[in-house]
Each structure stands twice: as structure tokens, then as C-alpha cells.
């Protein structure tokens, strides 16, 4: 499941473009113009709803697609675009290719050609850019002040923690020295964040490293029954989501809150890195932490909701 821009001044083909992206379960958003366009990007924006691509045509009436370029940040488009267009030359994919296109079709497109095309381009954008993001947001629990401080208040388990972190320090490292290596060779970029996940999921650690950045918080027992899953089945999602909590604790009003599930008891939705999600609500100035999963099973997580209000836990936690 992925969000979509399509930029399209033909509404027949926006249609097609939609028809087919609902087969496949994902969201988007539809634009006529450059104009529209822009206003769509800047309120995925402000909603920290971006757009994991963009379907932009190159003939857009009397515009191009590439003048959209002239509006938004060059950074923004990289590993974001596909442009579709009748026009099959050569430079004219170099064109975009220079911008940061990651895929090119040539009008009238096929459904086979439509799905194999956007699953490259996205497979791209993982590897460039949403892996990156994700060690990088692990890896700031490290740069952070005060963790130390917190991971001390547990005493006993301070040591096995501590080697826990050194653990993530090591495997960031060695990510780091891998991907030097690489030099930009798609397939050893991959297997090089594959073999760091794959090292943090082999280390002994302990899930208790997560008690400091529940402070402050009340949590129900499933969502504390997820985030035991993720520990065991994805150790780097299990960092990121430490991170994201201090980062909630630190600045409570700066919520990414990007659905509102239920009307009677209001959840929201946080965005966690690039593929999970955290359900919470309020009572008061209370956060209450509710579920935490993949975008993938979103909907079942918020029929969950729907159906339940789970008390919270009188624990240590908070």
C-alpha cells in the first residue's frame, strides 16, 4: 500500500490511473494542473502525509510536467517521480531522469507495464531513501543527550541495555563502511541494509530498553503485546519507535497525526518512519498508547479500535 499524486489533465486517464491503484490497495490524491499539484504537496506536507510517488504527466495542456520543478524543492522529487507521457524519446527521459524520475512511461499504458513500473519504483525509493531514514532515526537515540541518564534509571539492567545500543553503534557502523562500498550499485546497496537488520535481529537485547521512553505515557496491554512482536520479528522498527517516543514526550503538541479513526472516542494515527504506525488517544492531557503495527494491516488495527477501549495499564510505565 503506497500514496499517490496524479498529476493528469485528462480526467478519463486520471480515472484508468486510480481504477488501478484501488486493485491494489492504495491511496491518493488527484491533480489537474501544476497548480493543483502544488497545493496537494504542500498539504501532504503540512498533514506529514507526503507522497510516497508521483504520477505526473509531461503535457499538461499548456504546461509541462517539468514545470512543476519550478515551484518545489529539486530534493523533493528525488525518487518520487514517474512521468508518463506519449512522448517516447530518449532525451526526454533524460530530461527527468536528471531531476530524480525513477520511472518513465510511454502512453497508452498497459496494466502489466502500469504495476511493473510503479513496484520498481518504489522497491528504488525503499532502497534510497526510506531504509536511509530509518537507520538514521535509530541512530539518533544514540546523538541524543540524556539517554544514558534514562537507561540508568533501571539499574541492574543498565549493563545489558547499554550493550544493546553498543550493538545498534556497531551495526550502524558497519552499514555505513557497506554502503561505501557499494558505490551506488543498486543490488549491494540492498543487501547491505538487508545484513545490518538482519545483525540487529540476532543480538540478544532485552525489550525492557523501551522502558525509558514510556514515561510519561499510559499504555493498553495490546499495544505493549505489539511492541513485543516487533521486538522479536524487527529490532531496527523497534529503535525507530523509541526514537519517535522521545520525540512525542519532548514536544507533545507536534503530534504527525494524520487520521482521525473513530467519532465516539477519539484515536489518532502518528506516522512512524516510512512504513508503521501508532494509535493513541486522549483523555485530557493523558496520551494513551493503544496499537502499533504496519500501514499494511491499518485497517485491521482501526477495526480493533472501532470496537474497542481497552483500560490502560497501572504500571511502571507510567
Known sequence: MAHFLIVEDEAFIRREWKFLLDKENNTYVEAADVDQAIEAIDKSEEECEPFDLI?????????KGVNLLEYIDLSYCQHRIIVITGDGSIPLAREYAKIGAIGHLIKPVSEVQFYITIASALERRYIYVDEKENWESAYQLLQEMGLLDSIEKLNADSAMLLDQYQALKAAYNELIHDLEKASNKESEIAQAYKKAADTLNLIPGSFDSIIPFLYGFFLTPTFLSDVKKIFTSDR????????????????????RITRIVNTAITHFEYRVGKNYRLYFRKEGNTIILERFGHKNIQDKIISFLDKNCENYLESLFT
Open 55 to 63: 504520477l505526473l504527466d509531461h503535457n499538461l495542456g499548456d504546461e
Open 236 to 255: 531496527l522498527q523497534f529503535f525507530i519507535l523509541q526514537s519517535y517516543l522521545k520525540r512525542i514526550k519532548e514536544n507533545p503538541s507536534a503530534y
